[in-house]
């Protein structure tokens, strides 16, 4: 990432930019359950903020975890298990997400002490693990069965069993946890993330520990990709054992190499992409691999800024 | 545990060590040279074997033309595949090439799917092995498969060749010259794209070799590689990225253990490697071979 000179015009653009994009994919998200149905509209919110979690890390500490699925997974079966026990929804999302943050601090401690692919390949074992745990823990898991028809009781007299309440419910969540990673980029700690990206000896010398960076930015991420699961456990009623699949860790990244890395909007918006597609192919009764596969392949090779990183990059030449 | 049904588990272990072995060579040697991680390796290690069952119903070919014939087709895709796709993506992050590679599993996994479903309209089918592999070998202590023990052998002899090579040939100081320094080795006359995607070819060949070898044990499916190719990491974290000799001895070893391991407490078969793994970098971050990150 190139750091631009600190001009007041530049930063004035740079905000107005900033709120239009904010206005719009509110807006956007606010009218979703009226263009499409329900149920795919709130797995396009847990899918974005799952992957905004991943761009946490991957973005801005430029660590490219390929198991976030452990996180995201663990979360929905703790939410669905937790429901099914008769909690009510804040509880058990709550739960969920600590499940996924006691989780992460195991999986951090051992994996941020190595860079570039021995991370990915260490957070993907770690993803590993738990998969065959979900598997073989049919008491708390289902096993091949996964967990469903769990109850979602009424809170504050909203209704659950609407998936339009449900949406907005869940619309609520999202918003905190956005802003929650918004104020992350944005804080000083977030700046010092992205220096040790950047330089990791230079940010070392003058008085960062990149490890503990990484550390904090790696427990950041994991529990709001289990928010992110629990969001998707609640609104969706089941839970499989295809949450804690190595192809849930891959697609959430190409969700937000679609969208556009360190845009934080992008993923979203590249969760909104991959989701429509699937669905459009899946109606369709076309081959999703292949397409999916054939997608992720052209962005990587000639996409890799992503939409929102295209038009960004679009508006400051301009 | 007698002494006759723990040497009946360490032979057991060594056949899926054969494939951790081959599989994790493949990736060792694609990595120590190329700094690519292969995730399609398990999706080749695939083709291997849906090719021979291929061949095998389109021409009547048989196990021994096809494990050839087969390897040498994945090669050839993966010729393919390094000098259209992956040669595009040198000099940016080492990333995008496990990204780029996720990509191509993902597409050729239902390619494969599909082409059964229509052309042989079967989703998983049976391939047989060859007669004269049929049947059993009294071991002493058990009969054992005829053809269980080919595979071990053969992937033993396998590992050797590869290893002989690289460490000790001139073949193998061009290829390690190449990738130590491109720059210098060029300036000697020594064409290192080519080199490059040489090596590519045969590390993918390897993969289309053990997929052969599986065909008849395994039978074959789309996505026999998806599960596999993932131990198959952690053999190679465990080992030392990109160490030949750590890839051969921890693929036996992982697959051994996990045998034993099985035995002894089943549940525990497909997560003691990645406990294994775990350990390991609790006490050597770079892995068992592995030389430390600054090393290198």
Same mark, same amino acid.
């Given at each position: 990432?190139?750091?631009?000179?600190?001009?007041?015009?530049?930063?004035?653009?740079?905000?107005?930019?900033?709120?239009?994009?904010?206005?719009?994919?509110?807006?956007?998200?606010?009218?979703?359950?009226?263009?499409?149905?329900?149920?795919?509209?709130?797995?396009?919110?847990?899918?974005?903020?799952?992957?905004?979690?991943?761009?946490?890390?991957?973005?801005?500490?430029?660590?490219?975890?390929?198991?976030?699925?452990?996180?995201?997974?663990?979360?929905?079966?703790?939410?669905?298990?937790?429901?099914? $026990?008769?909690?009510?929804?804040?509880?058990?999302?709550?739960?969920?997400?600590?499940?996924?943050?006691?989780?992460?601090?195991?999986?951090?401690?051992?994996?941020?002490?190595?860079?570039?692919?021995?991370?990915?390949?260490?957070?993907?074992?770690?993803?590993?693990?738990?998969?065959?745990?979900?598997?073989?823990?049919?008491?708390?898991?289902?096993?091949?069965?996964?967990?469903?028809?769990?109850?979602?009781?009424?809170?504050?007299?909203?209704?659950?069993? $609407?998936?339009?309440?449900?949406?907005?419910?869940?619309?609520?969540?999202?918003?905190?946890?956005?802003?929650?990673?918004?104020?992350?980029?944005?804080?000083?700690?977030?700046?010092?993330?992205?220096?040790?990206?950047?330089?990791?000896?230079?940010?070392?010398?003058?008085?960062?520990?990149?490890?503990?960076?990484?550390?904090?930015?790696?427990?950041?991420?994991?529990?709001?990709?289990?928010?992110?699961?629990?969001?998707?456990?609640?609104?969706?009623?089941?839970?499989?054992?295809?949450?804690? $699949?190595?192809?849930?860790?891959?697609?959430?990244?190409?969700?937000?190499?679609?969208?556009?890395?360190?845009?934080?909007?992008?993923?979203?918006?590249?969760?909104?992409?991959?989701?429509?597609?699937?669905?459009?192919?899946?109606?369709?009764?076309?081959?999703?691999?292949?397409?999916?596969?054939?997608?992720?392949?052209?962005?990587?090779?000639?996409?890799?800024?992503?939409?929102?990183?295209?038009?960004?990059?679009?508006?400051?030449?301009? | 545990?007698?002494? #006759?049904?723990?040497?009946? #588990?360490?032979?057991?272990? *060594?056949?899926?060590?054969?494939?951790?072995?081959?599989?994790?060579?493949?990736?060792?040697?694609?990595?120590?040279?190329?700094?690519?991680?292969?995730?399609?390796?398990?999706?080749?290690?695939?083709?291997?074997?849906?090719?021979?069952?291929?061949?095998?119903?389109?021409?009547?070919?048989?196990?021994?033309?096809?494990?050839?014939?087969?390897? *040498?087709?994945?090669?050839?895709?993966?010729?393919?595949?390094?000098?259209?796709?992956?040669?595009?993506?040198?000099?940016?992050?080492?990333?995008?090439?496990?990204?780029?590679?996720?990509?191509?599993?993902?597409?050729? #996994?239902?390619?494969?799917? #599909?082409?059964?479903?229509?052309?042989?309209?079967?989703?998983?089918?049976?391939?047989?092995?060859?007669?004269?592999?049929?049947?059993?070998?009294?071991?002493?202590?058990?009969?054992?498969?005829?053809?269980?023990?080919?595979?071990?052998?053969?992937?033993?002899?396998?590992?050797?060749?590869?290893?002989?090579?690289?460490?000790?040939?001139?073949?193998?100081?061009?290829?390690?010259?190449?990738?130590?320094?491109?720059?210098?080795?060029?300036?000697?006359?020594?064409?290192?794209?080519?080199?490059?995607?040489?090596?590519?070819?045969?590390?993918?060949?390897?993969?289309?070799?053990?997929?052969?070898?599986?065909?008849?044990?395994?039978?074959?499916?789309?996505?026999?590689?998806?599960?596999?190719?993932?131990?198959?990491?952690?053999?190679?974290?465990?080992?030392?990225?990109?160490?030949?000799?750590?890839?051969?001895?921890?693929?036996?070893?992982?697959?051994?253990?996990?045998?034993?391991?099985?035995?002894?407490?089943?549940?525990?078969?497909?997560?003691?490697?990645?406990?294994?793994?775990?350990?390991?970098?609790?006490?050597?971050?770079?892995?068992?071979?592995?030389?430390?990150?600054?090393?290198?």
């Amino acid at each position: 990432m190139t750091v631009l000179p600190r001009t007041a015009a530049r930063t004035d653009r740079e905000r107005t930019t900033r709120a239009a994009w904010l206005i719009g994919l509110g807006i956007l998200l606010l009218v979703l359950p009226k263009l499409i149905y329900p149920v795919l509209a709130l797995d396009i919110l847990a899918w974005g903020l799952f992957a905004v979690a991943f761009d946490l890390l991957f973005g801005f500490s430029g660590l490219l975890s390929f198991g976030h699925a452990a996180f995201w997974g663990s979360s929905a079966y703790a939410t669905a298990y937790l429901l099914s $026990n008769g909690q009510s929804v804040p509880v058990a999302m709550l739960g969920g997400t600590l499940v996924a943050l006691t989780l992460a601090l195991p999986v951090a401690y051992l994996s941020v002490r190595s860079a570039g692919i021995y991370f990915s390949m260490i957070t993907l074992a770690f993803a590993q693990m738990l998969s065959f745990l979900a598997l073989q823990w049919t008491d708390v898991t289902g096993g091949e069965n996964g967990l469903q028809g769990f109850a979602r009781p009424s809170f504050l007299g909203l209704d659950f069993s $609407n998936s339009t309440t449900r949406y907005y419910f869940c619309l609520a969540v999202f918003a905190v946890g956005f802003y929650i990673a918004y104020r992350t980029v944005r804080s000083p700690f977030g700046q010092a993330q992205q220096a040790v990206r950047d330089n990791e000896q230079r940010a070392q010398s003058i008085g960062y520990n990149p490890v503990r960076f990484k550390f904090t930015a790696f427990l950041i991420s994991a529990t709001l990709a289990g928010l992110a699961g629990s969001m998707y456990s609640f609104g969706h009623g089941v839970v499989s054992l295809e949450v804690v $699949n190595w192809r849930t860790s891959g697609e959430v990244v190409m969700m937000t190499l679609l969208g556009g890395t360190t845009t934080l909007f992008g993923p979203v918006i590249g969760a909104g992409l991959v989701l429509l597609l699937r669905d459009v192919l899946t109606t369709a009764n076309l081959p999703v691999g292949i397409v999916t596969g054939l997608v992720f392949v052209l962005v990587v090779l000639f996409f890799r800024r992503g939409v929102v990183g295209t038009v960004q990059h679009w508006l400051r030449k301009k | 545990m007698t002494l #006759q049904y723990f040497l009946i #588990q360490v032979f057991n272990g *060594l056949v899926n060590g054969a494939f951790y072995a081959l599989l994790s060579l493949g990736l060792a040697v694609i990595f120590g040279m190329l700094r690519i991680v292969n995730f399609a390796h398990g999706a080749l290690y695939m083709l291997g074997a849906f090719t021979a069952f291929a061949l095998g119903q389109l021409f009547g070919l048989g196990f021994w033309p096809s494990l050839i014939i087969a390897p *040498l087709l994945v090669g050839l895709i993966g010729m393919i595949i390094e000098r259209g796709l992956l040669s595009r993506l040198y000099g940016l992050e080492p990333s995008y090439n496990l990204l780029l590679t996720f990509g191509l599993t993902l597409l050729t #996994q239902d390619l494969v799917k #599909q082409v059964m479903l229509s052309r042989f309209a079967v989703s998983s089918a049976p391939y047989t092995p060859p007669a004269e592999l049929s049947g059993v070998v009294n071991l002493g202590f058990t009969m054992f498969p005829k053809y269980r023990l080919f595979v071990i052998v053969l992937a033993l002899l396998v590992c050797l060749i590869t290893w002989f090579v690289i460490e000790k040939t001139r073949v193998g100081a061009i290829i390690r010259a190449s990738t130590e320094n491109p720059t210098v080795t060029r300036a000697f006359g020594i064409d290192v794209s080519k080199w490059v995607t040489g090596v590519f070819a045969v590390g993918v060949g390897l993969a289309g070799l053990a997929g052969v070898l599986a065909a008849p044990i395994y039978s074959v499916e789309p996505y026999m590689g998806a599960e596999l190719i993932i131990t198959t990491f952690a053999v190679v974290v465990i080992g030392g990225m990109g160490s030949i000799l750590g890839s051969v001895v921890t693929g036996f070893a992982v697959g051994v253990l996990a045998a034993i391991g099985s035995a002894l407490y089943p549940p525990i078969a497909n997560t003691l490697v990645f406990i294994l793994m775990a350990v390991v970098l609790l006490i050597r971050p770079s892995g068992l071979f592995g030389l430390p990150e600054g090393a290198r």
